[in-house]
């Protein structure tokens, strides 16, 4: 599938039409990678954009006004091939808009925007949602970025911004559902120390209504990634269970998976966004690599 690259002179970034998925972040300095290359070994993705579902809906199904519909995981947005909207040497901008086969398994007229940005060492990803109904539409939208480890994931944390002393956790049982129970985690100063054992049992979502920004620092590496996340409610961690891989995705949320034996109308789920016949959804994800 067809790449296109934009850059400025502290970075090179790869973006495939298909998924419209960024698939490689270079620095220009000194050559490092900061997105997962893809194996599928442990996972054969980069960094997909997940919508209109985050997750895995209950049997696969979901309803809308009583209406029983089908929908993979993660929705299907990675799978859509857009289009170049414009093209300038720091600036992408791609689109992609309901088909009729889309409409089989969400019955929407929609268009999504996606517009990469290179300014300095950051890349500000801006996502436009356009509701072209005349009803209102409701969807969930994820950003799912894999970041290369230098060694064991022990050797990372987390660093949240404001620096909480916890944060509630939505348990997740049976992977990848939740169970619709929540829990404290406990931070030190902001942070969250990372092992491989605590993402055995599956993804990580945190609620991040009162962070605005979130740091993957290695001890024993210079190199680091800020997600400036204030315009996502969720968070979720994860790396493939009992792999040992040597990545880790760190994902905002706009939604989150289905509560486990529940198949429920789309605009009674936790999380769910809601935009208004004939309007739109705006919001923006920056990420600062060191």
């Not at 268009?111 to 996502?127: A, G």
């Not at 969250?192 to 209504?209: F, R, T, W």
């Not at 920004?213 to 997600?227: G, K, M, N, Y």
Request: with cysteine; glycine share 4%; hydrophobic share 35%.
């Amino acid at each position: 599938m067809e790449q296109v690259t934009i850059e400025n002179d502290v970075l090179a970034i790869k973006v495939a039409l298909l998924g419209a998925e960024v698939q490689e972040v270079k620095s220009l300095k000194d050559n490092f990678s900061y997105i997962w290359y893809a194996d599928a070994k442990y996972w054969g993705r980069h960094a997909p954009v997940l919508f209109p579902f985050i997750g895995r809906s209950y049997e696969n199904k979901y309803l809308i006004d009583g209406k029983e519909y089908n929908m993979k995981q993660h929705g299907f947005l990675r799978d859509q091939v857009f289009k170049i909207v414009d093209k300038q040497k720091n600036k992408l901008v791609l689109q992609h808009s309901a088909t009729e086969e889309t409409k089989l398994v969400y019955p929407y007229s929609y268009t999504v925007t996606i517009t990469y940005t290179l300014e300095d060492t950051y890349l500000h990803i801006n996502y436009e949602i356009d509701n072209n109904d005349a009803k209102d539409m409701y969807y969930s939208f994820g950003f799912h970025p894999g970041f290369n480890l230098n060694s064991d994931l022990s050797n990372y944390s987390l660093q949240f911004e404001p620096k909480l002393n916890s944060l509630p956790t939505l348990l997740v049982e049976p992977n990848p559902f939740r169970n619709g129970k929540i829990a404290d985690t406990q931070l030190q100063n902001g942070k969250l120390e990372l092992n491989y054992p605590m993402l055995d049992n599956g993804v990580k979502i945190y609620d991040i209504s009162d962070i605005k920004t979130v740091s993957l620092i290695s001890c024993r590496d210079a190199h680091q990634v800020t997600e400036d996340i204030a315009d996502f409610p969720y968070l979720a961690v994860w790396s493939p269970e009992n792999k040992k891989a040597p990545f880790l995705c760190v994902e905002p949320f706009r939604g989150l998976p289905d509560q486990y034996g529940k198949t429920i109308d789309i605009k009674d789920k936790l999380g769910e966004q809601h935009i208004a016949a004939n309007s739109n959804d705006q919001f923006t994800v920056s990420l600062d690599f060191k």
